[in-house]
């Protein structure tokens, strides 16, 4: 059974749209997620205190040091914990600047957004 031109673009068209749509889905879920995170940190009873663990520092395929950080067991990139409202986003390039593996626990304030079926942590603060 040969397909004609007519359903090759068909679906071709299909599939664009809901790659389209999925990115455009995961985008605005991300925003939707800063956006509650800056809600919650309204009410201080929302943000709770922990330790940071560096899991582990490498760098990307354009030569950018990144980290694999841990908090509360909870591993994620420490470029996509921040929300430039925060007072950590002041102290991000100085905390990229110090940060190693041998220290145990780095305090810091955070919060934990769940929003549908993600759950995300965000620095709110480092503790001094």
């Known amino acids: 059974m040969e397909l004609s031109e007519y359903q090759i673009k068909k679906y071709f068209l299909t599939s664009l749209i809901a790659l389209c749509?999925?990115?455009i889905l995961y985008f605005v879920r991300e925003q939707l997620l800063i956006i509650k995170a800056v809600h919650l940190s309204k009410e201080h009873t929302n943000i709770q205190l922990g330790c940071l663990f560096l899991e582990k520092a490498f760098s990307d395929k354009n030569g950018f040091?990144?980290?694999d950080v841990n908090i509360q067991g909870n591993t994620f990139l420490l470029r996509?914990?921040?929300v430039d409202t925060f007072p950590f986003i002041?102290?991000?390039y100085d905390f990229k600047q110090k940060i190693?593996?041998?220290k145990s626990c780095y305090?810091?304030?955070y919060?934990?957004?769940k929003y549908l079926?993600?759950?995300r942590t965000y620095i709110y603060d480092l503790v001094e």
């Open 65 to 67: 040091r990144d980290y």
């Open 80 to 82: 996509h914990s921040i």
């Open 107 to 109: 305090k810091v304030k």
């Open 117 to 119: 079926f993600a759950k």
């Open 111 to 113: 919060l934990e957004v």
């Open 21 to 23: 749509a999925v990115f």
């Open 100 to 102: 190693e593996k041998r």
């Open 90 to 92: 002041y102290k991000y």
